[in-house]
């Protein structure tokens, strides 16, 4: 039943670039070495093919740093590619001084199991006019909850196997729907060295309506799980996000163990806070003091509180992350865009009205 639940669920949380944004070849001139051609190509960067325990093959950057003290893991949000963030993290591993792991989930640009190519290759054929599938049919293959708890566990498992990387080194990053793999990893790996949710989401139901108890229906349980996470725990959220609510962030930072001092950008939306100068101070701030401190006695970090006032960089400016690309996009038919289309029309309801209810009802979605 779960496994059906999570198929079903998967239509409403998931909406992989299509088509994708990059695509994976050999080159033979570097003895076969994987590699994206739409993007730059770097010495200090890999490019994997990982197969997870469901059996499907997820692709996977693995980003070098020459002298990083850590190591990250980055879960990213639900309507992105690799090929959309490369850039991104090349950036951030070199801004945080760490070594970089991003990687897809299966049914995300070419990480995909054997259900899944073959509805691509019908669909490709006009044999299948449902490509993405709507049946859980391809439930195995297709992006799911299941599915992306194996997908992180094949990543982690190569980051420690292939890459030598310890638990004490690791840090777990997840933004938005990214939330839900790393914090189910981090409340199984008690021995990690950090934990950072980007606009992270307390569940899957918890978008759309504000149930006070875990349903069985529900996915990505991150309320039921973060206070089994044992490490440093950093909370990102914009105030003004319309997406996941600040309200979810906030919740989640009271319920860790061991709390670091979270960062509310004021004004911040969904998708936009990297462009804020006070997201990379703050985020850098934290990863590198992470071997400079114990923990406090009571189980949470405490650091000064860092100004969310600020407003997104001017060009140049030293604080932020200058990325040569621009944010993906937000899918045509996410509640994102339905949002904007409302505000012209007439004032915009509370998040917590009956209207989230008919919105899920008639199966529009949010950017998680």
């Known amino acids: 039943m779960g496994g059906v639940t999570s198929s079903i ?64 893991v980055y879960s990213h949000g639900n309507a992105a590619d690799l090929g959309q963030m490369f850039e991104f993290f090349v950036e951030l591993s070199l801004r945080l001084r760490v070594n970089l792991m991003g990687y897809d989930y299966s049914g995300y640009g070419q990480s995909a199991g054997k259900g899944l190519l073959e509805a691509a290759s019908l669909s490709h054929k ?30 982690y498992k190569c980051v420690k196997e292939q890459y030598g990387v310890k638990d004490e080194q690791l840090i777990l990053y997840g933004q938005s729907v990214g939330s839900g793999p790393t914090v189910d990893l981090a409340s199984r790996t008690p021995n990690l060295r950090a934990v950072v949710l980007h606009g992270p989401i307390l569940s899957g139901l918890r978008v759309l309506y504000p149930v006070k108890r875990t349903h069985w229906f529900d996915i990505y349980k991150n309320v039921d799980k973060i206070n089994m996470v044992n490490c440093p725990v950093l909370v990102i959220h914009g105030t003004a996000d319309e997406v996941v609510d600040c309200s979810h962030g906030k919740q989640l930072y009271e319920l860790c163990k061991e709390k670091y001092e979270p960062l509310w950008v004021n004004g911040g939306g969904h998708c936009n806070l990297e462009s804020y100068p006070v997201y990379i101070k703050h985020l850098k701030k934290f990863v590198l003091g992470l071997g400079k401190s114990k923990p406090a006695t009571n189980g949470s970090r405490k650091t000064p509180l860092v100004s969310d006032t600020q407003k997104p960089a001017e060009s140049g400016a030293s604080n932020t992350l200058n990325l040569p690309f621009d944010l993906p996009e937000i899918p045509r038919n996410s509640l994102d865009s339905q949002l904007d289309k409302m505000k012209s029309n007439k004032p915009e309801k509370s998040r917590m009205s009956k209207d989230c209810v008919e919105r899920f009802r008639r199966r529009k979605i949010s950017v998680w």
């Open 9 to 72: 669920a998967a239509k409403f949380a998931f909406f992989p670039p299509n088509p994708p944004s990059y695509s994976v070849v050999s080159d033979e001139s570097c003895s076969g070495k994987l590699c994206i051609p739409e993007v730059p190509r770097r010495e200090n960067v890999d490019v994997l093919k990982l197969r997870t325990q469901r059996g499907n093959e997820i692709v996977a950057l693995y980003v070098k740093h020459p002298k990083a003290s850590a190591s990250m």
């Open 126 to 155: 006009g044999l299948c006019t449902s490509y993405p599938p709507l049946t859980p049919l391809v439930g195995l293959h297709w992006p799911s909850e299941c599915n992306t708890y194996a997908d992180i566990d094949a990543v």
